[in-house]
């Protein structure tokens, strides 16, 4: 398929939904009730991360999202044994491996998928073999889109933060960061994503990189919905990815 020749795609992640339910224990938001909004507002996939703390997202909101939406299911984990075994019991459309750190608020960094290579290498074969599309969540750098298509990966998501953190020529360095890694993935075959940090404003020069086919992005969009709603929030950054315009 040649780079964004069918409209690209939005991924919400709605793990701030989780968070706010937990500040207070009960079932207030409802995540079901985000992910449904969300899919008015034109989402292409929910995406939740079930942290091995469970902080946020719960088994339940798992196995209950998978029943009731439309759109596939993006399940954002660690490589740990106790979350792959879940995936693979659960079978959610996709998979994205992300690295976890315990007192992290948000991910951090990209995978480095030269770390616990064996692990990564069965648990990415085990869960395609469950026809789950596998995604490496990634820094920009040219020996991670390597090993990720070694490895035998769907798609790769690029780490966007560093760029989302970036000002001026720095930003600029990252900009270009993240085009040669979309550039060298698709030539290897890779399905590229893109997310983290991204926002109303920032997500516009990424448009310049046709090879990046999906954008996955949460807390701007929860953050907006407490504004104008969750439905509208998702539909103003979809007509962004997909028109380019504000
Ligand atoms: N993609 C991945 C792999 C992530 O870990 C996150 C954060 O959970 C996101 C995208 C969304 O990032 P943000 O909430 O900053 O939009």
Redo the contacts with the bound molecule.
């Keep these: 398929m040649t780079p964004a020749a069918s409209p690209r795609k939005l991924g919400v992640?709605i793990?701030h939904v989780a968070t706010l339910r937990q500040a207070r224990g009960g079932n207030e938001p409802s995540v079901l009730e985000a992910a449904l909004e969300a899919e008015k507002g034109g989402a292409d996939s929910i995406?939740v991360?079930l942290r091995e703390d469970r902080r946020h997202i719960q088994d339940s909101d798992v196995w209950e999202l998978l029943k009731k939406i439309y759109v596939p299911l993006n399940l954002?984990m660690a490589l740990s044994p106790e979350i792959v075994k879940i995936a693979l019991k659960a079978r959610p459309e996709k998979v994205?491996l992300?690295p976890e750190k315990r007192r992290e608020l948000?991910?951090e960094g990209g995978l480095d998928l030269f770390f616990k290579r064996e692990l990564l290498g069965r648990a990415v074969e085990a869960l395609m073999k469950k026809k789950i599309q596998v995604s490496l969540?990634i820094d920009p750098l040219a020996k991670q889109v390597l090993e990720a298509a070694r490895i035998g990966a769907y798609a790769i998501?690029i780490h966007t933060g560093s760029y989302a953190n970036a000002r001026g020529g720095k930003r600029e360095k990252e900009l270009l960061r993240i085009r040669s890694a979309a550039q060298l993935g698709t030539k290897l075959g890779l399905r590229v994503h893109a997310?983290?940090?991204?926002n109303y404003e920032n997500t516009f020069p990424l448009l310049d990189i046709p090879e990046i086919l999906e954008f996955?992005?949460?807390?701007?969009i929860v953050s907006r919905a407490v504004f104008v709603g969750l439905s509208k929030a998702v539909s103003e950054m979809k007509k962004i990815i997909t028109s380019g315009k504000g």
């Design positions: 992640n793990d995406t991360h954002e994205c992300v948000t991910t969540f998501e997310g983290h940090g991204l996955n992005i949460g807390h701007s």
